[in-house]
């Protein structure tokens, strides 16, 4: 056997801009080795500029160029369009403009650095600043000097490309903004902090021996400090409260606010009757913590996004294709019977008929499933899938919003808001509690008015101020915050405080297949045939080195060897296969139209016992050796998933895929269980809401765009992903893949949370019958009820807090 | 011990100021990004080459 050259690769050499392995020493500049082109760009660009400190902040801070096709210099000319430009500029006098661009690349100081230094590369750029949290660069430039599509160029030029999306152009991000939270608490802080230190000679003093007009400015100041925090710092309790009762319902916020303003009222009027100093101090402090349970309930994840429709993925313009010319357009004006093309790495928009073309799509963003499907034309290419290869020609048979995937976005399930489907036990309780203090503070008025009507009244207020269910508030914002906190550290990352208590709730889990249960990185690669030799195999490895195909890449990863030979007469036909002459052996590695003779093909698929679709075949000088197969594999820890939930859940799997993995899958789920093939988008939905209209509470857990609806009509919707910043579907948290094997923990852990609250209530029920059997005897004073109405509140809030870490702990979350 | 009374008034007006330059903190967006900053902060000055030659 004669070997020819065997280069030796390095190992370890890494590219100094990405730190991704370098393939060869090939690509160079400056005695730094890169992994492609791209990277050489970016690094010979900041070299230029004398901005090489990026690379000295972090360690090959860079990202990968590969998959990149910087070839397309007409890829942004959408960008000239004056139209385009003003809906993605935020502010502009005519001279300067000033635009906001989502960069999800951004992940180290390295990043913040570079971006914010964009005005050393072009001096048209004034300032440039980021938000590393939400992934937001705003940008302020001169239009003289510079467009707003020099700017993107320039972005991606470094290797931040921004993305923009139809969503940007539609309806504008708009940024959840605490400020007013922050005005509100602010100023309760204050005052109570003010008030308290005013009311503290009343506490200590013994009785009687304060100064008299003491007394009496004191309270005024107190009474002057009290109203702001009541009239604008609880002004969303008030609100909340008044729509409760307009919708005919009561929530909890209207004992608070009921007990706010007995207390207020109580306490002007013993101010300024100078008949006692009132109980403002406990007013303001109740506010004011409830305004921190507020703020530690709102803990959000900035950086992701739980609200994307199919928007959020789309192109904004696509290249239209008019007798021979060539002019870009936006999506939206797409009409049925024009002419597109869609080029490499480009994702299709609209249902369309393959004109023209090899299509090798990639339904990654619709279904997770990433390997790449073969059309030929006349066959109709569905919106969402991304080209991979040639450049194609299609024909538009149905406009953006009417297409077969975004009809789903016309269902009710995304009309309706969050909000109305559930209510919380914290509400429920609110409603109970409110009908009895009223009943409570009634008969405690009717006890007291033979002796006196004074008394009556005092002992009626007392109950209403005592009462007031500052513990049972403060449970929940305390208990579900620490939750969403403590998930948040195990990669579950919920929208908002409430999804912890609707997971508590679910009877019913509902998985999607591919991506969901199945990983998409790392399918598992077999080679079915005769058994490979070492030889052979170094043959495979030095072709597909040479692909950027991602069954290609798979291949590569999945071969054990370091040597590579030397390849000649390479040559990729895209959609098909790759070929080469390599050690003067012929090898050819494709579909099965493309691995040589098709009837040999057919022979070997008969004597393997397989179809030939998604299968890659090996032929090494015309004989065929057998073919690779990607198969799927669950993801780690499913099979401990579903024999724990299995106990106590109705579970189901719902795929869009044929039945093949049937077999495999009743061994995870059981016969019992429903398993469900070949369903659309739209069945999914159907389905989940089949299963609530019989009363069950679903959990959806899927992936990709094809789950969209089923996540949005379940009561819970998680979506998993493998990069918490990139993709995503709209639902009601995110899981990391690389944590899917806690998901049973997860849901269990919502119940716990849930049990944590139900004992919590009953501690501050404890309390506000303790001070309601003294408040019933009239016997309230100041004194008792700033110590009696913090105390509850702090007991409740470190009950919560604790108890919920212990049981993460315990349950090793 | 009327002094008292002054004294409260102006320890009111102080602690006012410290409220006031609170809004003044979120009102400029210092809330809104409580990450970029603290990174922001530990990059150097620009050193131009001539100054070291």
């Known amino acids: ?813 | 011990m009327s002094v008292i009374v002054i004294l409260v008034f102006f320890s009111v007006l102080v602690a006012g100021g410290f409220l006031l330059a609170f809004m003044w903190a979120v009102r400029s967006g210092q809330y809104e990004d409580r990450y970029t900053p603290s990174v922001r902060i530990l990059f150097d000055d620009e050193v131009k080459e001539k100054d070291i030659t």
């Open chain 1, 1 to 813: 056997m004669q070997i020819s050259e065997v280069v030796n690769l390095k190992e370890g050499t890494l590219c100094y801009h990405c730190g991704e392995e370098c393939v060869s020493l090939d690509i160079q500049s400056g005695a730094k080795t890169f992994c492609c082109t791209g990277c050489k760009t970016v690094y010979e660009i900041l070299h230029e500029n004398n901005l090489c400190k990026y690379y000295d902040l972090d360690n090959t801070p860079g990202i990968s160029q590969k998959k990149l096709d910087s070839a397309l210099v007409s890829r942004y000319s959408y960008l000239d369009d004056p139209n385009i430009i003003r809906q993605l500029t935020n502010f502009t006098d005519g001279n300067i403009s000033i635009c906001n661009f989502v960069i999800p690349q951004v992940h180290c100081s390295s990043c913040i650095w570079l971006l914010e230094k964009l005005h050393k590369l072009n001096s048209g750029i004034i300032q440039s600043e980021i938000n590393f949290l939400q992934k937001n660069l705003s940008v302020k430039f001169k239009n003289s000097e510079i467009s707003l599509r020099q700017v993107v160029e320039l972005l991606t030029a470094v290797g931040y490309e921004p993305q923009i999306s139809l969503n940007d152009i539609e309806n504008k991000v708009k940024y959840h903004s605490n400020k007013s939270l922050y005005y509100k608490i602010g100023l309760a802080g204050f005052c109570f902090g003010n008030i308290m230190l005013l009311s503290f000679p009343e506490y200590l003093a013994p009785i009687g021996s304060l100064e008299h007009s003491f007394k009496q400015f004191f309270g005024l100041l107190n009474l002057i400090l009290g109203a702001p925090v009541l009239i604008y710092s609880a002004g969303d309790y008030f609100k909340s409260a008044w729509s409760g009762i307009k919708q005919k319902s009561i929530n909890i916020d209207f004992p608070i606010v009921l007990g706010l303003v007995v207390l207020f009222i109580r306490s002007s009027f013993e101010i300024l009757t100078n008949t006692g100093v009132g109980f403002i101090d406990s007013m303001t402090g109740l506010i004011f913590f409830l305004l921190l349970g507020k703020l530690f309930q709102s803990k959000t994840y900035d950086a992701l996004n739980f609200e994307r429709n199919y928007k959020s993925y789309f192109p904004i313009s696509v290249t239209l294709k008019n007798k021979s010319e060539e002019t870009s357009i936006p999506v939206s004006n797409l009409k049925n019977g024009d002419r597109i093309i869609i080029r490499n790495n480009e994702l299709i928009p609209a249902d369309a008929i393959l004109f023209n073309g090899n299509a090798s799509i990639d339904y990654s963003f619709v279904t997770g499933e990433s390997i790449p499907v073969q059309k030929v034309a006349g066959e109709i290419i569905y919106a969402g899938g991304r080209q991979y290869g040639s450049a194609i020609e299609l024909e538009v048979i149905r406009t953006v919003s009417q297409s077969y995937l975004t009809q789903l976005w016309n269902k009710d399930a995304f009309i309706k808001k969050d909000e109305d489907k559930f209510n919380s036990l914290v509400n429920i309780v609110g409603k109970y509690f409110t009908v009895l203090i009223l009943f409570v503070a009634a008969a405690a008025f009717l006890y007291w008015y033979p002796t006196s009507l004074r008394t009556a009244i005092n002992a009626f207020t007392a109950v209403l101020i005592i009462a007031c269910p500052c513990g049972i508030a403060l449970t929940s914002p305390f208990a579900l915050g620490n939750a969403v906190r403590i998930l948040g550290r195990n990669k579950f990352y919920a929208k908002n405080a409430s999804v912890v208590e609707r997971l508590s709730k679910i009877d019913t889990i509902v998985f999607d297949k591919t991506g969901t249960i199945t990983r998409t990185g790392d399918a598992d690669i077999t080679f079915n045939g005769n058994m490979l030799s070492p030889y052979e195999q170094k043959l495979v490895k030095s072709l597909v080195r040479n692909s950027t195909h991602p069954l290609s890449s798979r291949i590569f990863d999945a071969i054990d060897t370091k040597e590579i030979f030397e390849v000649s007469s390479y040559n990729e036909l895209s959609g098909k296969g790759i070929e080469a002459e390599i050690d003067s052996r012929h090898v050819i590695l494709g579909s099965a139209l493309f691995a040589a003779d098709k009837n040999k093909i057919l022979q070997t698929a008969e004597r393997l016992n397989t179809n030939t679709n998604s299968r890659i075949f090996l032929s090494i000088d015309g004989s065929i050796k057998g073919f690779f197969a990607v198969n799927n594999i669950y993801r780690n820890g499913l099979d401990n998933i579903t024999a724990d939930l299995k106990e106590n859940y109705n579970l189901a799997v719902i795929s869009g895929d044929n039945e093949s993995e049937k077999e495999n899958l009743s061994k995870y789920f059981g016969s019992s269980n429903k398993v469900l093939f070949n369903c659309t988008p739209h069945d999914k939905l159907d389905y989940v809401k089949e299963l609530q209209d019989k009363g069950h509470k679903v959990l959806m857990v899927g992936d990709g765009l094809n789950d969209a609806g089923a996540l949005k009509q379940s009561d819970v919707g998680i979506a998993i992903s493998e990069d918490v910043t990139n993709f995503s579907p709209a639902c009601d948290a995110i899981l990391d893949a690389a944590e899917f094997g806690k998901l049973n923990m997860l849901i269990k852990f919502s119940k716990t949370t849930k049990t944590i609250i139900i004992i919590s209530f009953i501690i501050s029920v404890i309390y506000n019958v303790l001070g309601v059997t003294l408040a019933f005897q009239s016997e309230i004073s100041p004194l008792l009820a700033a110590i009696l109405m913090p105390a509850s509140s702090i007991t409740v809030v470190l009950f919560t807090v604790l108890s919920t870490n212990l049981m993460a702990k315990r349950r090793g979350l």
